[in-house]
């Protein structure tokens, strides 16, 4: 059996896939010849997004889905096994942030970042990869950040440890799933301008961090979704389990100046 056959046209699910990062994936996944589902918990932007793409002349539909309640992400993949029988790529880009002092950090916030940037994506890859071990292939592309590989800046204890989190799950996932011909692995973003660092990042942090990349800027949402499209190619067939960061080289970079 040819596990990846050509003439038939991949189904790839994007989390959060209505802005940001998943909406920029979403248009090149469909760029790309994927037929896309838009699944976010805005159904009317994720609509307005699917629309886009098909104007542009790609195949795509929204689809409602909260990756912090079991019950939603189970009823979202029971709509996509019954219209299309198959989820080929997976992309978990669904994701909260808030900052607060690490002294005083609310637990209900910890415990609701962590339910939807890690339990969503635990759930996600869990049905998404049933659908994919019927047809012997499958590509999952975890959207972590830099902040899961290094502590950035202060506030940031349940988006951080949610990130790292994710990168260990990645690992797991790709080793057990590699017998499938699946394969599992994360992005781990830099800034990035969204409309979450547009509420996060204060204009005195955004001059400091685009300080601290050699590449002296944030990154663009068009940049990760490059990446997640490469990742999701048969060309990446023989990567698994890699946290790769795209930050600009800030990852790789200790004291600045001279």
Known sequence: MNPNPESVQKIALVTGGAVGIGGATSERLAADGSHVIVADIDIDKAQTTAHRIR?????AEALRIDV?????????????????????????????????????????????????????????SQHAGR???????????????V??????????????????????????????????????????????????????????FRRQYAAAIPAGRYGTTSEIAATAVFLASDAAAYINGVALPVDGGFFASGARGV
């Open 68 to 124: 912090g309640s079991p019950d939603s992400v189970r009823e979202a993949f029971e709509q996509v096994e019954r219209k299309h029988g198959r989820c080929d790529i997976l992309v978990n880009s669904a994701g909260i942030a808030k900052t607060f002092p690490f002294l005083e950090f609310p637990l209900d916030n910890w415990l609701a970042t962590l339910n939807v940037n890690l339990t969503g994506t635990l759930l996600c």
């Open 55 to 59: 104007e542009a002349g790609g195949a």
């Open 147 to 204: 902040a899961g590989l290094r502590a950035v800046g202060k506030g940031r204890t349940a988006y951080g440890t949610s990130k790292a989190a994710v990168i260990g799950l990645t690992r797991q996932m790709a080793a057990e799933l590699a017998e499938l011909n699946i394969t599992a692995n994360a992005i781990c973003p830099g800034p990035v301008d969204t409309p979450m660092t547009e509420v996060l990042h204060s204009a005195e």
């Open 131 to 145: 659908l994919m071990a019927r047809h012997g292939w499958g590509r999952i592309i975890n959207i972590a950040s």
